[in-house]
């Protein structure tokens, strides 16, 4: 049984009596001593907090990576392992940054994830992730607000990373850290309407040099702003308690990163035949049907003479509808097949999902009824009917395609399918895919049209008509057979004009869209049309080496014979030696996603020279590209990839060293230096 013992405990009247009976002296003696031992204790306990605790600690630590929280700045750090090689700081905006570490909360018992609450802020948790492919590994950030009036908002750091990815913008830039923009939603949208917002093409994607990726969730209601050289930041719509959920995924580096990216759902080639076919834009007459198809006849017989006469002759908008309204009758009432209108050449005619108020097609669609279903429309009130969301296009009131309707999308493919039909077109194009109706009325959108949702499901809706469509705009359809047709640039030397050119090609392919059509040589921006033949000539070195060669303005329009001679030299050589090369590597971007067009880090992944180069790309693995983009110029420095491999110049048979610059490497305005990888 237990020994019992003395306690040594004082007897408090023992205690109390000695107490009173000391001397006042004593008294203050001991009231000081105690008052010293408490400022002594805080004093340790504030000299503990700030030199014994570390400034980081770490909250979820992988096999191959971990998490820490910074506690100066109140940021998360991403760290491989086992050196702790930094790969991303993100700066957390919703919560106090001078708080301590947070200890480890509810989720203590899991040691795959990392749980902790600010409380009457938000909550955070982190997650590791099944790994999307061997050798990378991911990670869950899932913020939840705590009240309606907190703004969830991360900020990734450009400090010593290079950023690839997200939406396309005007004046394209690659890496993005360059770029500037504004708080405003992540939706696709048209450039010459808004040139501040962002551009037709995006992904909730971004990339990043250190070998890390940034996903966001589709259903996360996102606002992104791009601060030049500082941070790109993701946040939430305030005042709507949503919460801010994305993924990082870790690999070795940058190039790893890309091939590890998820794979999309089964990819599908548009029709390959486009790719040799270069296209004319027809920019004749277009006040009626029959001055129209004098206009095509003329442009027909014009590059027949000048030996351009294989291709696509693409009407406009304006030009389809005013042919469409002669020529689209009912099939009863035809008593034969209308006569191909560009003949040896092809067609491509053009089409929108909006309708004009005035217009006969929207007049059509209002009998029966109809009208409610086959158009947008705002929320009604209840026991209100349905009024269409009117908008504005091409400057004219319009009513744009509900594309949740079923029997509204029947209608409008089944009529593209009888205009294609009635005009002899191969091709179609579908302008004004890119963005929300709703969201730029401030108009509440309906759930199934929240974010780009409009464009995945129209894409998706219009890849039915065949793999000879082309659309203005991509989000999420990367793996359908379309072609997407790349933005207006400006008919000049800057970034929104020639050298935007190749960041929008690395841009494009980086996310997946390898079939686009760019601009027409020379740009096309607001009706432009190139002056400048150094400038013409420039923008053809270029395009020779894209999937489609566009022209809006003839070559014997704005230049000389010289210039005319070498449109047809460089047509030919993207027949015979650039197609050739982009039917390979479709094959390696159906079966492993991985982009046709390449930048320099693809075979120099670790090399901070390759991260930040933009005039320059690669096509698959073997051939590179270094054209001039700066006015007046005939000699450039040129980076060749890939430490160990030897590079042969086309134009002189040289050969040199991959990891190395060429320094002022001479291209005449006859020239583009293009070189192949011999080993």
């Not at 696709?188 to 992904?203: I, Q, R, V």
Request: aromatic share 10%; glycine share 8%.
């Amino acid at each position: 049984m237990p020994v019992s013992r003395h306690t040594g405990q004082i007897p408090e009247s023992t205690w109390t009596l000695t107490f009173r009976e000391m001397t006042e002296p004593w008294k203050g003696a001991v009231g000081c001593l105690g008052v010293a031992v408490f400022f002594a204790m805080t004093i340790g306990i504030i000299s503990w907090q700030a030199v014994e605790q570390p400034p980081e600690e770490w909250v979820l630590r992988g096999r191959d990576a971990g998490m820490l929280w910074e506690r100066g700045r109140g940021a998360l750090l991403l760290r491989a392992l086992p050196a702790g090689r930094p790969v991303l700081a993100i700066a957390v905006g919703s919560v106090p940054a001078t708080e301590p570490p947070p200890p480890r909360d509810r989720c203590w018992h899991d040691g795959r994830q990392f749980c902790y609450s600010w409380e009457e802020d938000a909550e955070l948790r982190l997650a590791l992730e099944p790994p999307a492919a061997p050798g990378t590994e991911c990670y869950s950030v899932r913020w939840t607000p705590l009240r309606t009036d907190v703004t969830l908002k991360d900020c990734f750091s450009m400090a010593n990373v290079s950023w690839y990815g997200g939406p396309s913008i005007r004046a394209q830039r690659w890496p993005l850290n360059g770029a500037e923009s504004p708080a405003q939603p992540l939706v696709s949208g048209d450039l010459s309407a808004n040139p501040n917002g962002f551009g037709p093409l995006l992904e909730r994607y971004f990339l990043g040099s250190t070998g890390v990726t940034v996903t966001v969730a589709p259903d996360v209601s996102l606002f992104l702003s791009l601060e030049s050289h500082q941070q790109f930041c993701l946040e939430t719509p305030a005042g709507r308690a949503e919460p801010l959920h994305y993924q990082l995924c870790v690999s070795a580096d940058v190039a790893a990163a890309r091939r590890h990216t998820a794979s999309a759902p089964a990819r599908t080639l548009p029709d390959t035949a486009l790719l040799g076919s270069p296209i004319w834009r027809y920019h004749g007459p277009e006040g009626s049907a029959a001055k129209i198809k004098r206009g095509l006849r003329s442009l027909v017989r014009r590059l027949k003479r000048h030996r351009l006469q294989e291709g696509v002759v693409a009407l406009g908008e304006r030009g389809t509808a005013v042919l469409a309204a002669a020529d689209l009758v009912p099939s009863g009432r035809r008593k034969r097949q209308a006569p191909a209108l560009v003949e040896p050449l092809e067609l491509s005619i053009t089409l929108s999902p909006y309708a004009g108020v005035a217009s006969p097609l929207f007049q059509r669609s209002l009998r029966g009824g109809e009208a409610a279903g086959y158009w947008l429309s705002r929320q009604p009130r209840p026991g209100a009917s349905s009024i269409p969301l009117l908008t504005t296009w091409k400057g004219q009131l319009c009513a744009r395609l509900n594309v949740t309707s079923e029997a509204a999308l029947g209608w409008y493919l089944a009529r593209a399918r009888r205009l294609r039909q009635a005009l002899g077109a191969t091709y179609m194009a579908f302008e004004g895919v890119e963005g929300n109706s709703f969201l730029e009325q401030d108009v509440p959108a309906p759930a199934e049209l929240e974010g780009d949702r409009y464009t995945e499901v129209l894409a998706a809706a219009l890849a039915t008509l065949g793999n000879g469509t082309i659309v203005s705009a991509g989000s999420r359809s990367s793996h359908l057979p379309l072609f997407v047709q790349m933005s207006p640039l400006r008919s000049d030397w800057s970034h929104a004009g020639l050298k935007g050119l190749i960041p929008s090609v690395l841009h494009y392919s980086l996310l997946g869209y390898n079939f686009f059509i760019p601009d027409a040589v020379g740009g096309s921006e607001a009706g432009a049309t190139p002056e400048d033949p150094e400038l013409f000539v420039r923008w053809l070195q270029i395009v020779t080496f894209l999937p489609v060669m566009a022209f809006g303005t003839p070559p014997w329009l704005c230049c000389d014979t010289w210039v005319l001679n070498l449109t047809r030299q460089c047509i030919q050589r993207h027949r015979d030696f650039v197609v050739p090369l982009l039917l390979k590597y479709s094959e390696e971007w159906q079966s492993l996603g991985y982009p046709i067009f390449r930048p320099a880090w693809w075979l120099s992944p670790t090399d901070p020279v390759a991260f930040t180069i933009e005039d320059e790309f690669l096509i698959g693995d073997e051939v590179l590209v270094a054209p001039i983009t700066e006015k007046g110029q005939t000699w450039r420095d040129i980076y060749l990839p890939g430490e160990g491999h030897l590079w042969l110049d086309t134009n002189t048979a040289r050969v040199f060293d991959g990891g190395t610059t060429l320094r002022n490497y001479s291209a005449s305005l006859a020239e583009v230096p293009v070189f192949v990888k011999t080993s």
